[in-house]
């Protein structure tokens, strides 16, 4: 019945920059991960002498393939015009050089978090050939300098991270807020690839008829739930479509 947003602090809560619509040009990163970038995911998770922390971030995750990515990006770019960077070009140099220059920022890839620390967490590029920097880790994005009116990071577990006492949730989503965007779409838990896709789509297209963030992404969740050709009874469950909110 009501659109939902959460603030960092207090102080947050009366401000309305970074609510509002989208009027600027996009910048989308997605991936459909290969053979090579999943071996080389595998690899770090194994590595236990040369990179201890590393694996501890991977120990026991899916590592999906993430069918729906670049069709998502490719899909919210042809409706808002901008530009995007898909599968082998979706990678970690390609989002340092690009996303201080844009407004809007999409990033749909693999995300890997350690709720136990506030420094192991990663966004996973795309490994693109021989390039082993792929990881974007938290302190690298506490570094970056963006002017970004709103990141949204499709993947797992984005809003979630180390509770640290008097400051809350230290997540991929908070690091971006300290890196200067205004508004970030994050995820609470584990998510569907196929569920996040239909999503974020919806929520783009309610954010291009004029809509606030907030309002967006409330009627994407709706539409997601009432439209028989965005998703199924069976997949109408919180743990589908709950985990997407807005800050």
Same mark, same amino acid.
């Given at each position: ?20 619509? #989208? ?49 998502? #990006? ?31 920022? $999409?990033?749909?890839? $693999? ?12 966004? #996973? ?43 809350? #949730? ?6 971006? $807020? ?27 297209? $309610? ?41």
């Amino acid at each position: 019945d009501y659109g939902v947003r959460y603030a960092y602090y207090s102080g947050l809560l009366t401000q309305t920059s970074g609510v509002g619509g #989208v009027n600027t040009r996009f910048l989308g990163f997605g991936t459909e991960y290969d053979e090579k970038t999943l071996g080389a995911l595998q690899m770090i998770e194994q590595d236990s002498a040369v990179n201890p922390e590393i694996k501890e971030a991977f120990r026991g995750k899916k590592l999906a393939r993430l069918s729906f990515a670049d069709d998502e #990006v490719a899909e919210i770019a042809e409706l808002l015009s901008g530009k995007t960077f898909v599968n082998d070009r979706a990678t970690k140099q390609n989002f340092l050089q690009y996303a201080p220059d844009f407004k809007a920022i $999409h990033v749909a890839t $693999h995300s890997f978090i350690d709720t136990d620390t506030d420094t192991i967490s990663y966004i #996973v590029f795309n490994q693109a050939g021989r390039n082993n920097d792929f990881l974007l880790s938290m302190p690298e994005v506490y570094n970056l300098s963006l002017d970004a009116e709103l990141i949204a990071l499709s993947g797992c577990q984005t809003g979630l991270g180390a509770l640290q006492r008097s400051e809350g #949730v230290l997540s991929l989503a908070r690091a971006f $807020h300290v890196a200067g965007c205004k508004s970030m779409v994050a995820s609470q838990w584990s998510i569907s690839d196929r569920a996040s896709s239909v999503i974020m789509k919806e929520f783009y297209r $309610h954010l291009d008829q004029g809509q606030n963030k907030t309002e967006a992404l409330r009627q994407a969740k709706l539409a997601y739930l009432s439209r028989d050709e965005l998703s199924s009874p069976a997949y109408r469950i919180p743990p589908y479509w709950g985990a997407l909110v807005f800050v």
